[in-house]
């Protein structure tokens, strides 16, 4: 949830970057953020996958940023960050709601990083999770 005192500065910043650099380069601007805030928030070594998803979720408890959920689909060899409570920026982003899903992107791969994991995470645009954000990993590699 963004501080009622930023909803209006931060709905304005947002319409406004959109119009100006377009979708492609706002989510390039935000996925940079994202890692930058992995930078300024690290993660403690990890060992597991139990270890990192608690990290993860007690980083994002700090900033009052939601929760994390990491989920192995075996059957579709796909794996994915389902994530829920995530702060909005009204209807902004593609599909609605998702304007922050590059932050969250860049967060997670910056997280991963830490932990001497290449990877390369993007958000599912086109399955959208009720009330949150899905984010696809890829183990091969970056963008």
Not at 28 to 42: D, E, F, I, N, T
Not at 77 to 98: A, E, H, N
């Amino acid at each position: 949830m963004i501080s009622p005192e930023y909803t209006i500065f931060i709905h304005a910043l947002a319409t406004e970057l959109d119009h100006q650099a377009g979708e492609d380069e706002s989510n390039a601007l935000l996925y940079s953020v994202g890692s930058r805030m992995a930078a300024r928030l690290p993660l403690p070594e990890c060992k597991t996958t139990e270890c990192f998803e608690l990290e993860c979720n007690a980083a994002l408890a700090l900033i009052g940023w939601g929760t994390a959920e990491l989920v192995l689909d075996q059957e579709r060899r796909l794996f994915q960050i389902r994530l829920t409570d995530v702060p909005r920026v009204g209807s902004l982003g593609s599909p609605s709601g998702y304007w922050f899903a590059s932050v969250f992107a860049g967060l997670f791969t910056g997280w991963f990083a830490q932990m001497g994991e290449k990877v390369t995470i993007q958000p599912v645009r086109n399955a959208p999770v009720k009330a949150g954000l899905l984010l696809s990993i890829d183990a091969g590699g970056t963008p």
